[in-house]
């Protein structure tokens, strides 16, 4: 299902990737959300034109090496999973069972002002065959807006924890008394773990066995080398995150988590999601090398851009749910 997102934001302009796998381009902190139809048909017309003139050079009708790249990239699904499975009422109660002594300021607000949630949404990316990416972007907006618009309290993951996901180890992530991030390794990574992370977050890494903290999302990990993650909407309704990684389509499901806060007295909200993983166009370009001179001057301009206009073949879903709030005695 596809729908129109009002963003309000201005188109980004990123720096493509160079040969050296080593090397990454700027994170941009704006959004230039794809039109996925759009995406589609300029995918469709590119295999047909690589198909014809890779066929033209072999004599046959079997797929080129060109084709094949074409072909994978259409076919790689981005879809989003259900955000009712792990949708949790926080309250004071689930943090004191797990040991955790909650902030004055948020029992107060739990009490008198707001219920707050947490919720784990998943984006599935299953790269077809060969095909490469470089990023992944996802973007959710809390409804209704106005006097019971939801506020996003914290997300996850951040750049903050970017060594520890590039570490490539199991961890446990959790929310403390702060409503802020815990995570859990065991205790024999725990050493190596603390001298990757600033000195304002080495507080918030332990153990598993001693983790002080609600635990949100159990033996997460990420196979990716060394990833960008910009987020951005603590404090308001509209989120998003952005992951940038030269072996984003090794990152399988990715998890994001949020905590988020409503008028008390809410009993449903509307959530919209739109995700999108942009093709690596240096790859995609090399592939195709033997018959780009031959493609349409259309195909040939876009292409010509590399990453700057990946996202015009993005691949990606877009959700809209409408979501009932459990309570505690559900």
């Known amino acids: 299902m596809f729908y129109t997102l009002d963003y309000a934001m201005v188109s980004a302009i990123v720096v493509a990737p160079s040969g050296n796998p080593k090397e990454m381009p700027k994170m941009i902190d704006e959004l230039s959300p794809p ?114 618009e939801p506020i996003v309290q914290s997300l996850f993951p951040t750049q903050q924890w970017r060594s520890v996901m590039s570490f490539g180890v199991g961890m446990d992530v959790g929310l403390n008394g702060n409503l802020e991030w815990n995570i859990g390794v065991d205790s024999a990574q725990l050493a190596d773990l603390s001298q990757l992370l600033p000195g304002d977050l080495q507080a918030n890494l332990g153990s598993k066995d001693n983790l002080d903290a609600f635990i949100a999302i159990p033996s997460y990990r990420y196979e990716l080398g060394h990833p960008e993650i910009l987020t951005n909407g603590e404090g308001n309704s509209t989120c998003y995150w952005k992951i940038q990684d030269n072996e984003l389509q090794k990152i399988g499901t990715a998890k994001f988590a949020i905590v988020f806060k409503v008028p008390k007295g809410t009993e449903s909200i509307t959530l919209k999601g739109l995700v999108w993983a942009e093709p690596d166009l240096n790859w995609l370009t090399a592939d195709i090398r033997d018959v780009f001179g031959d493609l349409s001057d259309r195909l040939k301009q876009l292409l010509r851009q590399k990453n700057n206009a990946a996202h015009r073949l993005a691949r990606g879903d877009a959700e809209e749910w409408t979501l009932t709030l459990p309570k505690t005695s559900d």
């Open 35 to 148: 039109n996925l139809e759009e995406a589609d048909v300029l995918l469709s017309d590119l295999f047909q034109e690589v198909q014809k003139w890779e066929g033209t050079l072999s004599g046959g009708t079997a797929l080129g090496f060109g084709a094949e790249a074409v072909d994978s990239l259409f076919k790689t699904k981005v879809s989003f999973g259900n955000p009712r499975d792990r949708l949790i009422h926080l309250t004071e109660e689930i943090f004191s069972n797990s040991g955790t002594e909650l902030n004055n300021i948020y029992k107060q607000q739990m009490r008198e002002q707001f219920d707050f949630y947490y919720i784990t949404l998943t984006v599935d990316l299953r790269p077809e065959r060969a095909a490469r990416f470089w990023r992944l972007t996802c973007r959710l907006d809390f409804n209704p807006k106005g006097s019971n």
